[in-house]
């Protein structure tokens, strides 16, 4: 199993962008893929999730209206579309595929089995 996340950088405040994560290695029809980020000094937090099978899609309160997950089933990709980008969006993110039926388990890291590598994004004020 391997996910491949991709597509940070460097951009002002207010800006936006989007990130990938390639999925491959199996099926996963019955995962959340969610998008976790981990700023320096601070713990990994939840981010977003989204569901391979019906596109339901969950947001931190941080980030809520301002990120959109989204999946494209063909390309076993799904992305996360960044935008009114702040500092404090300032991270390393990780894209993870959980498949745990327990309810909420897409908020905790410990439930997701398979990592992607991590790609930064760096806000400027």
């Known amino acids: 199993v391997q996910l491949q996340a991709s597509g940070g950088g460097l951009v002002q405040a207010g800006g936006s962008l989007r990130l990938s994560c390639a999925a491959s290695?199996?099926?996963?029809?019955?995962?959340?893929m969610g998008w976790f980020r981990q700023a320096p000094g601070k713990e990994r937090e939840f981010v977003s999730a989204?569901?391979?099978?019906?596109?339901?899609?969950y947001y931190a309160d941080s980030v809520k209206g301002r990120f959109t997950a989204f999946r494209d089933n063909a390309n076993n990709t799904v992305y996360l579309q960044m935008s009114s980008l702040k500092p404090e969006d300032t991270a390393v993110y990780y894209c993870a595929a959980c498949r745990s039926s327990i309810i909420g388990a897409y908020y905790y890291s410990r439930y997701y089995a398979y990592w992607g590598q991590g790609t930064l994004v760096t806000v400027s004020s």
């Open positions: 989204i569901t391979w099978n019906d596109n339901s899609t």
């Open positions: 290695g199996r099926t996963f029809s019955n995962y959340f």
